[in-house]
């Protein structure tokens, strides 16, 4: 284990082991989008628990239309940066790192405090159903689709946002690529139809990417660390595959780092999925084939497997999710050879908010 909880430097973060909470949103802010002192707490759990660093949960980047959650944290106006700097002061007070996931829902759209249409790349809706944790809506709204003012409101919000992540304190920012939300939508043909110079083939489905991490980094300047999550699946189509397959995802890793990208976060239902169109590799270990980029790794990483996926991708971070929701203290337990639980989804029901795994912790206290 010697070798995961060593310090590593991670771009300009001195991270004090491999270890990152992967971001997991709670809906547990103030219904304006304020971060508050269960939130501090909440964040606070995992830094003592271990994580060297911590990622936050998604969080909206301009009061139009990129909110997707009721009680979602912001990072728009001086209130929400306050919010925040209290939680990184309690992180870093704790010893561990902390970078912000900064978010638009794009189509995946719950819930909007400033808007009740919801945008995307074209007029289509996610597949399946809304995520009943996150909300009651039963069905997607039809977005629709951005026109290039929409587009450029959408990258100036990203821009001022991390701006504010630096103003917090924040060691870094996380831009959210993944998942099914706006940026994996554009990347995506089953969501972006667009006819235009943000659709159609890989080069303009990367454009708005591109654009956001060039923006991102224009913002904090070179020595703020900047990264962005990438995913093939997203939250309601989990085997959804590039069609251009492993050398289009190796382009998208590419094209990030020459905008400005200092790390990509992968993330699939396994580290080592193998799920490629075109291909036989992960997605981990495709971007671990690109120079000048570092990664943190997602994926089913638990106390079985961390050990083997850090000898096999030297250098990175491991993100751990389920694992660390349920044993917040996942880092020191491994330490101490104690006990590692499993998840019980109860916890996350009927919503998944901070208080609802307290009401759980309490009533399966031992
Ligand atoms: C309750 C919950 C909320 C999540 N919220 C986010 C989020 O805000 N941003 C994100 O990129 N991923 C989010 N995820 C996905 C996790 O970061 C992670 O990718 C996923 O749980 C798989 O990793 P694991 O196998 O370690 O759990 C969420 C997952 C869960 C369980």
């Known amino acids: 284990m010697s070798d995961l909880m060593q310090p590593i430097?991670?771009?300009?973060?001195?991270?004090?082991?491999?270890?990152?909470?992967?971001?997991?949103?709670?809906?547990?802010?103030?219904s304006d989008g304020t971060p508050n002192a269960l939130m501090a707490d909440h964040y606070e759990g995992y830094a003592k628990g271990g994580f060297g660093l911590v990622i936050t949960e998604g969080t909206y980047t301009d009061d139009k239309a990129s909110q997707g959650y009721a009680n979602q944290p912001g990072i728009i106006n001086k209130v929400q940066v306050d919010g925040w700097k209290a939680i990184v002061?309690?992180?870093?007070?704790?010893?561990?790192?902390?970078?912000?996931?900064?978010?638009?829902?794009?189509?995946?759209?719950?819930a909007n405090r400033f808007t009740e249409?919801?945008?995307?790349?074209?007029?289509?809706?996610?597949?399946?159903?809304?995520?009943?944790f996150y909300g009651n809506q039963t069905e997607w709204q039809t977005p629709n689709a951005m026109t290039e003012a929409d587009i450029q409101a959408a990258v100036d919000g990203f821009a001022k946002s991390a701006a504010n992540a630096k103003a917090a304190g924040f060691d870094g920012i996380e831009i959210h690529g993944a998942n099914g939300y706006l940026l994996n939508q554009f990347l995506s043909t089953y969501f972006n139809c667009r006819e235009d110079e943000y659709g159609g083939p890989l080069e303009n489905r990367l454009r708005?990417?591109?654009?956001?991490?060039?923006?991102?980094?224009?913002?904090?300047?070179?020595?703020?660390?900047?990264?962005?999550?990438?995913?093939?699946?997203?939250?309601?189509?989990?085997?959804?595959?590039?069609?251009?397959?492993?050398?289009?995802?190796?382009?998208?890793?590419e094209a990030v780092r020459d905008a400005g990208a200092d790390f990509v976060h992968t993330t699939d239902g396994d580290v080592n999925r193998k799920?490629?169109?075109?291909?036989?590799?992960?997605?981990?270990?495709?971007?671990?084939?690109?120079?000048?980029?570092?990664?943190?790794?997602?994926?089913?990483?638990?106390?079985?497997?961390?050990?083997?996926?850090?000898?096999?991708?030297?250098?990175?971070?491991?993100?751990?999710?389920?694992?660390?929701?349920?044993?917040?203290?996942?880092?020191?337990?491994?330490?101490d050879g104690k006990e590692?639980?499993?998840?019980?989804?109860?916890?996350?029901?009927?919503?998944?908010?901070?208080?609802?795994?307290?009401?759980?912790?309490?009533?399966?206290?031992?």
């Open 208 to 253: 708005l990417v591109v654009e956001v991490v060039r923006a991102v980094r224009e913002a904090v300047g070179e020595n703020f660390t900047v990264g962005i999550r990438l995913s093939q699946g997203t939250v309601t189509d989990p085997d959804y595959q590039l069609p251009e397959g492993e050398s289009g995802f190796r382009k998208i890793v």
């Open 340 to 366: 590692i639980a499993d998840i019980d989804f109860a916890m996350l029901q009927p919503k998944a908010t901070i208080t609802n795994e307290l009401a759980w912790r309490k009533q399966n206290a031992a």
């Open 89 to 110: 002061d309690r992180v870093h007070a704790a010893g561990s790192k902390i970078i912000v996931q900064l978010m638009h829902a794009g189509a995946q759209f719950q």
């Open 9 to 30: 430097k991670f771009k300009s973060i001195e991270v004090p082991n491999r270890f990152a909470l992967a971001p997991m949103t709670r809906t547990s802010a103030e």
């Open 275 to 335: 799920h490629f169109i075109k291909g036989d590799q992960s997605l981990a270990s495709v971007a671990s084939s690109v120079t000048g980029i570092e990664l943190i790794l997602n994926g089913n990483i638990d106390e079985t497997n961390c050990q083997d996926v850090a000898n096999q991708f030297p250098g990175t971070l491991l993100a751990v999710g389920k694992k660390a929701l349920a044993n917040p203290d996942f880092v020191q337990r491994l330490k």
């Open 117 to 132: 249409q919801p945008q995307g790349p074209s007029e289509v809706t996610p597949k399946g159903a809304p995520l009943g």
